[in-house]
């Protein structure tokens, strides 16, 4: 299946999207440059990053990259300032950057999870704190990745799932708490998406299946892509009447 991108739909626009090198990450970098925008292109991992920007040479937009670790609030604050500073204000931020681990609760370490939940929620929290003056300034938005994981329980993924409960709360809450200032904030809610964070998943050796089956979409995995595409359209003007939304796109996941 081909997703035809729409041309010129962030023409003058400026976004900011973290975890840019995978993923769905990297698929709404190269969608919204695709579609004009100049893109401020963050992730920790500086080789990713770099590939990143290289598969962007010769888009509409122009993507600036800068390895940030999002767990850090400095760093947040710096990276959104030098991405206004680089390109002249804030259209879109794109809270993507994600980990993710399957694990038996009494197994995980205080460590462990102080680093899943300062990248997951700690992460998107100061990216928004970051980057919504600048936003209130263009009448941007936020979209942030969520996951069905933050809407309904997963045996073995009890951080991962509290973390990403934290991420629709957040979406939510902001919704409200600006619904009458020019902000639209939303979420996206994947299922299973075909990344690298679903490849690296493991297990529990004694993992019951038949409670891991209970999260297994009746459809294929998604690609990268396929959230790419929801992210640019929630992001753009067409969506000018979506706010407060935590939207699936889980392949059939959460239907009941
Ligand atoms: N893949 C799935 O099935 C799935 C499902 C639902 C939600 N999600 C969410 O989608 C988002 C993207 O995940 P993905 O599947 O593309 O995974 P991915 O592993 O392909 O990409 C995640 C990116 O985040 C970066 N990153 C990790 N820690 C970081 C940090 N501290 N600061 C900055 N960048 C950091 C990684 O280097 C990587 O490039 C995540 O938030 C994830 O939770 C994924």
């Not at 080789?47 to 800068?66: I, P, Q, Y």
């Not at 998107?124 to 936020?142: D, K, T, V, W």
């Not at 799932?161 to 994947?190: C, D, H, Y």
């Not at 529990?204 to 595409?229: C, F, H, K, N, Y």
Request: with cysteine; glycine share 10%.
């Amino acid at each position: 299946m081909s997703i035809t991108h729409v041309s010129g739909r962030f023409d003058g626009k400026t976004a900011v999207v973290t975890g840019a090198g995978s993923g769905v990450g990297r698929a709404t970098t190269l969608r919204l440059a695709a579609e004009g925008a100049n893109v401020f292109a963050l992730d920790i991992a500086a080789d990713a990053l770099a590939e990143t920007a290289t598969l962007a040479e010769g888009l509409a937009g122009k993507v600036s990259t800068r390895v940030t670790d999002v767990s850090s609030r400095d760093e947040c604050f710096a990276a959104v300032a030098e991405a206004v500073a680089e390109f002249g204000g804030l259209d879109v931020l794109g809270n993507v950057a994600g980990i993710a681990r399957a694990e038996h609760i009494l197994d995980v370490t205080e460590a462990q999870y102080r680093r899943m939940m300062g990248v997951n929620t700690d992460g998107y929290f100061f990216m928004c704190q970051a980057a919504i003056p600048h936003l209130l300034e263009r009448s941007g938005n936020i979209v942030n990745i969520a996951s069905n994981a933050g809407v309904t329980g997963q045996a073995y993924g009890v951080v991962y799932t509290m973390s990403k409960g934290a991420v629709v709360q957040l979406t939510r809450s902001l919704a409200w708490e600006f619904a009458k200032k020019p902000l639209r904030v939303n979420a996206i809610a994947p299922g299973m998406v075909d990344t690298a964070l679903v490849a690296n998943y493991q297990m529990p050796s004694d993992v019951d299946w038949d409670l891991v089956g209970r999260v297994m979409a009746p459809r294929p995995a998604a690609q990268p892509e396929d959230i790419a595409s929801m992210f640019a359209y929630v992001a753009s003007a067409e969506a000018h009447n979506v706010h407060g939304a935590i939207l699936a796109n889980d392949s059939g996941l959460t239907a009941g």
